[in-house]
Structure formats: C-alpha cells, structure tokens
C-alpha cells in the first residue's frame, strides 16, 4: 500500500511516497518516531480557544466537538484557519472532557516559535487574515470594544498554562463597500444563516488557489 505523508517539521513539509505498512524499521517510521513528538515545539501553529465563546450556547453541535470543528460552508472552521493561513492547528488545553490529542498547553505549544490563539468561533476571511499576518509578538485583534479574537505570541507573552500578557491592539474596522465584518458562530441558528455566506467564500478560495 503506497502511503503518501506530509511532516510538518520545524515549519517546512516534506513529501514522501513509499509503502511503510510492513516494515516497522522504515527510514520514514524511525524519522516519525524522533521528531514528530517534538516539532510542535519549533514550528509557528494556530491554537484555538473556546475559553470565551460560551460553547454552551451551541448545545448540542458542541456537546461532543469543539467549535472550531463545526462545518460552515465548504470546510470546517479549523479548516479554513489551516488553509488560510498555511499552518497547523491545535487545541488549547481546556481540562475538560472533549481535550483530545490535539490539546496543547500554552507554554509548552509556543517552543521557540510562535502562536496565534484563535476563538474557535471566528470566521476567518481574506481580509482578516491580513490583518492577522501582520500582528507582532504580543499584539492582538480587537473587533469592538473588549471583543478580543486573535492573538500573536511568543514565548515572552506566556504567563502560565492559561494566562498571557499582550500589550497592542489592533481594531478591525468592517469595510462598509464590501460588507466585510467579522463573522462569529454563536448560537446554532448562525450555523444555517451563515452557510451560504460560508459556501461562497469558500468556493471563492478554492478558484483563486
């Protein structure tokens, strides 16, 4: 069976295509097995949070996933970060019953590199995503006063496992010619009045790439 892997090693990929089901001494098992438990630790990474989007008012979608993996549109909500913004996601280790293997802790994620924390209940557009390139080590986007959504860290900003320290934000301001706002999944209902929305952006990314 041909197996085509993609590693994401200290911010790269590699590309391999060979059969590896039956041999455990594989070149590529024995590089897995050495550097895949720790790259996490020096590549850049998305890490979402649902700390602050009240999952409870998304009963029952959120009972048994985070918010970050409901589907709006083409993609999930993780899926359009990923693809976005080009890099992997994981997600912030909330003690609780739905952390899974891509929990993480804060000062153990961000290493030598460093994180954006997203709410897991934003939709990201083009437009957001610049804005997002743009932020520095310890800034943040503000859409509206105290609505806090993204944040760039480095390990400099860490205080423990649930805390960070951020200095200057960034207000994103809608653009009223193009209706291009921030766009947040809340309640269950957003899911469906969204959809159409979500459908055409996401079909509007994949012809441009």
């Known amino acids: 069976m041909a197996i085509l892997l993609t590693l994401r090693l200290f911010g790269g990929s590699v590309f391999y295509t060979g059969d590896i089901s039956k041999n ?18 020096y590549m850049n990474k998305i890490i979402f ?11 029952p979608f959120t009972l048994t ?7 709006a549109g083409i993609f999930t ?11 992997p996601s994981y997600d912030k280790n909330e003690d609780d019953y739905k952390d899974q293997h891509r929990s993480v802790n804060l000062e153990e994620a961000v290493g030598n590199g460093c994180c954006f924390i997203v709410h897991g209940n934003v939709l990201p557009t083009p437009q957001l995503i610049k804005a997002v390139k743009r932020l520095k080590n310890g800034e943040f986007i503000e859409a509206g006063k105290g609505n806090h959504i993204v944040y760039r860290v480095s390990k400099n900003e860490i205080i423990d496992r649930h805390k960070i320290k ?3 934000a960034v207000v994103f301001k809608e653009d009223l010619s193009t209706g291009a706002g921030i766009k947040t999944i809340q309640y269950p209902w957003d899911i469906f009045q969204l959809n159409d929305w979500a459908l055409r952006q996401d079909f509007k990314w994949i012809i441009a790439k």
């Open 166 to 168: 951020v200095g200057k």
């Open 24 to 41: 455990l001494c594989h070149p590529v098992i024995i590089l897995l097995s050495v550097f895949l438990p720790i790259s996490i630790f």
């Open 65 to 71: 996933r985070q918010i970050q993996d409901i589907r």
């Open 49 to 59: 949070t649902e700390e602050f989007c009240q999952p409870e008012n998304l009963h």
């Open 77 to 87: 909500i993780r899926e359009k970060w990923e693809m976005m913004l080009g890099l």
